[in-house]
């Protein structure tokens, strides 16, 4: 049986974020909520997420599971808040450990942090099955965008994060550190390999042109036909023209405030002698 989903959008990071819904029992999952974040005030806020707190909340639905496809370079995450006003697991995949080590390094955290994914519930493992309610879902490592991507597959829908995009738009980048352009086209092919009819549910979306409105939903079918793959084109050209556009794509908005916070479990750096919390910046000299 297919969860119910109800979709949340936030245009300010171009995000979905899902409730999925056993129908039978009630129980209910978050997946990617976002937690807002004003870079120039350096405040965060629960604007957007506090809509899916009131819609659990008015719909009676018992929050099981807030899941995760990665370590969000473009949102902060809003799961910890989720489990404190809700309750629920924060889950995410196993991989996790891996880019926590490459952004611990990176932005040289403080020797408590931890890089073994502790600060989450629990870490998937690959064709991991969990419950929702009555249903079932298994877990798919899909990474490429990220060495930790997942994406979540229950009976007739997949949610698969930042790895595909609507038809029109394409697919995730895989120049941030761990991704590899050859291994995000063979996680595609395996989203590809499910039923023509799987619903696929997309984490972002990005107006094509300005020709249609947003959309967060396709189908396996459909993807077939993305503009980065169509045409039967082969794992070497796909890295040839992935490698060639993601170097000339620029940062996202808050790569550096969304890896910091994210990698920690959606919890910001520990305050330090004044009571505040900071993100560092790297900056190399010239």
């Known amino acids: 049986m297919e969860p119910q989903v109800e979709a949340f959008f936030d245009e300010d990071t171009f995000t979905f974020s899902y409730v999925l819904v056993d129908p039978e029992s009630n129980a209910a999952a978050v997946v990617d909520p976002v937690l807002d974040y004003d870079p120039a005030a350096g405040r965060t806020s629960t604007v957007s997420v506090d809509r899916i707190v009131d819609y659990v909340g008015r719909?009676?639905?018992e929050l099981q599971w807030i899941l995760e496809t990665h370590v969000h370079a473009d949102h902060l995450s809003a799961a910890r808040y989720l489990k404190q006003r809700l309750g629920g697991r924060i889950g995410i995949g196993n991989r996790v450990a891996a880019v926590q080590k490459?952004?611990?390094?990176?932005?040289?955290?403080?020797?408590?942090?931890?890089r073994d994914g502790s600060q989450f519930d629990h870490l998937f493992e690959d064709g991991e099955r969990a419950a929702l309610g009555g249903l079932s879902f298994e877990v798919m490592h899909t990474p490429g965008h990220t060495p930790a991507c997942i994406s979540y597959v229950f009976d007739g829908a997949v949610f698969v994060g930042d790895t595909?995009?609507?038809?029109?738009?394409?697919?995730?980048?895989?120049?941030?550190p761990g991704g590899d352009a050859a291994t995000l086209y063979r996680s595609i092919q395996r989203i590809l390999a499910l039923p023509d009819q799987t619903?696929?549910?997309?984490?972002?979306?990005?107006?094509s042109g300005g020709r249609r409105e947003y959309q967060h939903r396709t189908t396996v079918a459909e993807e077939r036909n993305n503009i980065h793959l169509k045409d039967n084109v082969t794992e070497a050209d796909f890295v040839r023209f992935r490698e060639q556009r993601d170097a000339g794509l620029a940062a996202p908005r808050l790569l550096l405030?969304?890896?910091?916070?994210?990698?920690?479990?959606?919890?910001?750096?520990?305050?330090?002698?004044?009571?505040?919390?900071y993100f560092k910046i790297p900056v190399r000299p010239a």
């Open 164 to 176: 595909l995009f609507m038809p029109d738009y394409g697919t995730a980048r895989s120049d941030f």
């Open 199 to 207: 619903a696929v549910y997309l984490c972002h979306d990005y107006l």
């Open 59 to 61: 719909n009676g639905l």
């Open 257 to 277: 405030p969304s890896v910091q916070f994210n990698m920690r479990g959606a919890e910001l750096p520990p305050a330090e002698s004044n009571g505040t919390h």
């Open 102 to 114: 490459v952004f611990g390094d990176l932005f040289n955290a403080e020797p408590e942090f931890c």
